[in-house]
């Protein structure tokens, strides 16, 4: 399924289109291939790797890296791979990746009032979610290439709009 060429980056309110790769708690690398509009598995992490939330992209946006701007999709529970959510824009991890920026915009489902957690900002998630997310970052190459990564901080919603409409004109200017 081509999730870029039938998904707008926005989708309703500022609300933005998320596909989930990797569900909460795999340690199975699955990427996206624009190429071939598959999802594949790109190598097994160690489980001590395992993603810390549900990890995905946001489609119609290419990040500094040549990927799409990927997504942290904070939920109680992990989500297939290749569902789709509309998602409420909280953050950013501002993050580096072998030299280039690799944002990782954070979002929540854009309804979840039913869940008695409703999330409005990063502040939400408490200082300790967060320790937990730079800490993942920060180690998850350490077995293959140590010190590759970087977490430069986090940003809040504003940011990571500004982070998605320059994602959003660099997939106008080279990918589209």
Not at 64 to 78: K, R
């Amino acid at each position: 399924m081509d999730y870029n060429a039938i998904l707008q980056p926005y989708a309703e309110d500022k609300t933005v289109n998320v596909v989930i790769e990797i569900p909460m708690g795999s340690n199975m690398k699955i990427e996206f291939d624009r190429k071939r509009n598959i999802m594949v598995l790109d190598r097994v992490e160690p489980n001590v790797f395992a993603k810390p939330t549900n990890y995905g992209f946001i489609p119609g946006t290419l990040d500094d890296d040549g990927d799409e701007l990927d997504v942290l999709f904070v939920t109680d529970q992990a989500v297939p791979t290749g569902v789709v959510s509309e998602a409420t824009v909280i953050g950013v991890l501002e993050f580096e990746d072998d030299g280039e920026m690799d944002h990782k915009v954070i979002c929540v489902p854009a309804d979840d009032r039913h869940s008695g957690n409703r999330v409005a900002s990063l502040d939400d998630l408490g200082e300790q979610w967060q320790k937990m997310v730079k800490h993942h970052f920060t180690h998850y190459k350490d077995l293959k290439s140590p010190g590759s990564t970087k977490v430069l901080g986090y940003g809040d919603a504003a940011k990571a709009h500004e982070v998605i409409a320059e994602c959003i004109e660099r997939w106008n200017k080279e990918a589209a």
